[in-house]
């Protein structure tokens, strides 16, 4: 009986890199389409608004949102919190692809 | 990871026994030998097992009635992805689990993509599976029955699919899979009942091929 271990080892490993950069691509896809940045809530004068704030490139940008009780903020909050754990996997993805081609080298 | 992957495992089960999905597929690859453990009493373990799970639709008519799966996945955490080229359907659940689902090709085959109507998902069609479909048995484990194939039908599957593997570094592992389990399909007298009566199913093109791959592994049945 026959199964080199070496090869068997090879084999799984690139398959994994190859699953693990699918993943990537899809988080990626994922994380475009969601908002970034954290939410501010102004006071002018005796109104509230929500402003989303974010960076882009050097800028900082305050996106208006709308009037505090206008705004599904609990919705956005969502939306902002998966937007961040689809960063925090693709930093855990990232760290493995990284491990798995120094492995394959 | 073992554990947060066997959970997520656990977690893909109950969203198809919920939607009353899972009598309609059949575990198959590297994890349904995570639940072979429960079929030999020679204490088999199993060996190498990826993340990512396959199940086989054995009916794509049924449910008769869509069920809200796409939606019932996304609810218990998985992301849907869509194949740009084949849009062969795919769930990931975090880092831990890639899901997919396959199926057998019908007739002479052309079409290598299914549509699961009552799912909404498309699968890919895979001849080399169609044998499975025939041994299958089941399992029971944390209060679900998962439908598998019969150890002596995976490894038949894996010897047969073995020349035409792609990628070729997977034909290693599936060797290795096979000698790890014939070892206690060899070792009882049920499994090797069940071998025999796979083998007497093959075709005369299946049984050269079994035989060449066989031999070029030094894989001996008796």
């Given at each position: 009986m026959k199964a080199n271990s070496d090869s068997v080892v090879y084999g799984v490993l690139q398959d994994e890199l190859d699953r693990n950069r699918r993943m990537q691509a899809r988080y990626r896809q994922e994380i475009d389409q969601l908002p970034k940045g954290s939410l501010f809530l102004r006071k002018i004068k005796q109104h509230q608004y929500y402003y989303l704030n974010y960076r882009e490139q050097d800028k900082v940008i305050a996106k208006y949102l709308g009037k505090r009780d206008d705004v599904q903020i609990e919705d956005i909050k969502k939306l902002i919190a998966e937007r961040r754990r689809y960063e925090d996997l693709l930093k855990k993805l990232s760290r493995e692809e990284k491990m798995l081609m120094k492995a394959l080298r | 990871m073992n554990k947060e992957q066997e959970q997520a495992f656990w977690d893909t089960i109950k969203v198809l026994h919920e939607l009353d999905v899972l009598p309609h597929v059949m575990l198959i690859g590297s994890w349904a030998e995570y639940l072979y453990p429960l079929l030999f009493e020679s204490g088999f373990e199993p060996n190498i097992r990826t993340r990512d799970i396959d199940f086989f639709?054995?009916?794509?008519?049924?449910?008769?009635k869509p069920v809200r799966f796409v939606e019932a996945m996304k609810k218990n955490g998985f992301l849907y992805d869509v194949?740009?080229?084949?849009e062969v359907a795919k769930f990931y659940k975090e880092d831990l689990l890639e899901i997919e689902f396959l199926t057998k090709v019908f007739g002479?085959?052309?079409?290598?993509v299914y549509l699961i109507a009552g799912l909404g998902i498309k699968a890919e069609g895979l001849r080399?599976?169609?044998?499975l479909d025939d041994f299958a048995t089941e399992v029971t484990q944390n209060g679900y029955t998962v439908i598998v194939p019969l150890p002596s039908a995976y490894v038949v599957q894996k010897l047969l699919a073995n020349p035409t593997r792609?990628?070729?570094?997977?034909r290693e592992k599936d060797i290795a899979s096979v000698v790890n389990l014939l070892d206690h399909i060899k070792a009882s007298e049920k499994h090797r009942q069940d071998l025999n009566r796979v083998l007497s199913s093959l075709t005369v093109k299946q049984r050269k091929v079994l035989d060449e791959v066989t031999k070029t592994n030094r894989i001996d049945f008796e």
């Open positions: - | 639709y054995r009916n794509l008519k049924l449910p008769n194949d740009s080229i084949s002479s085959g052309a079409r290598s080399i599976i169609n044998i792609v990628p070729a570094s997977k």
